[in-house]
């Protein structure tokens, strides 16, 4: 993913050397530069004024984000209300036995969980007294091109800023373990590990969104750089609402089929579809006489592969939603089933 400053500096090192003169400059070079501005020198009246946006918006909202330890790692979280309620991503808690939540102002304190929303990758975490609570925007509004910051602990350097743009909005991506995350927020302001679950940020010092993942280079098996991805603040805001009124999800938003699946690939290792190996009881497969052994092959028009591809067709549905259904039967037979999707449940 980096390459090492020794390596970064020899490249640096060599190129000029190859290029220099013997007192260290270009012959040609000499005659046609001109002195740049002074490091004193005044800003545009637009850069001053940007300049000075960057840091109220940081003034503002970093003693709203924290850096939360846990006994398998660390993130970040952002304040969601007055009483010492703290969001950030599941996968910063998950399995955590210990969590510790210090201040921008490096005050510690031990934290218990409230609740988790593993599906949608969010949990709340409660620690004792008051904190300064984040103010959140309204992420439908957002715009490519808008810029934004984000604000966390990346590789445990505390309240640390990185600035970029929106990328793209609404995108549904994928994380390790089969958790498909729909409406994102794509940025190009660096998301390195330890900024998940802080806080990405308009010029307004409101939180659009949460910093989630970055994007995988598949050639290189590396993080690419400029590509993350943010959960939007209006579905933090629901889910944390939730969480800390009864400690899970009532309503997920989400649509589930109840079953479980498998990738089937051919006999030249391509995948061809996704096997269902468990059927939820009273769940909309179930409803529908989808049985195990069934492979599906396509969703709403969608052609289906692997249990990603259903993953993702399934976060662009709508609970309640009637959706046609391709399967192929372990007899070998194709049917269409239309089945009627249920919601994720938040336990």
Known sequence: MKAGIGGCALLIVSLIAACA???GSSPSA??????????????????????????????????????????????????????GDV????????GATTIEVTTAEGKTQAATLVGTF?????????????????????SSTLQVGMIVLAIGNPLGLQSSVTEGIVSAVDRTVSEPGGITLPDTIQTSAAINP??????L?????????????????????????????AIPANTVKDIATQLVASGHVVNSHRAALGVRTSTVVDASNNPVGAMITVVTAGGSAAAAGMT?????????????????????ALADAQPGQTISLTVVTPTGAERVVSVTVGAIPGG
């Open 292 to 312: 195990t052994g069934d492979i599906i092959v396509e969703f709403a028009g969608m052609r289906i592969r692997t249990t990603t591809d259903l993953s993702v």
């Open 87 to 94: 969001v950030t991503n599941n996968h910063v808690v998950s």
């Open 118 to 138: 593993a599906a949608g990758d969010l949990a709340v975490v409660h620690v004792a007294g008051q904190l300064q609570q984040a103010a959140f925007a309204d």
């Open 201 to 229: 940020v308009n010029l307004a010092g409101e939180v659009v969104g949460i910093p989630t993942l970055t994007a995988s280079d598949p050639t290189l098996g590396a993080a690419a750089n400029g590509i993350g991805f």
């Open 30 to 83: 000499r005659s046609s530069l001109t002195p740049g501005p002074s490091a004193g020198a005044p800003l545009s009246s637009a850069a001053a004024d940007l300049q000075r946006a960057f840091v109220a918006v940081v003034d503002r909202v970093r003693p709203s984000v924290v850096q939360i330890q846990t006994n398998s790692g660390l993130g970040s979280g952002v304040v969601v209300d007055g009483n």
């Open 194 to 199: 330890g900024n998940s679950g802080g806080a």
């Open 21 to 23: 003169g013997q007192d």
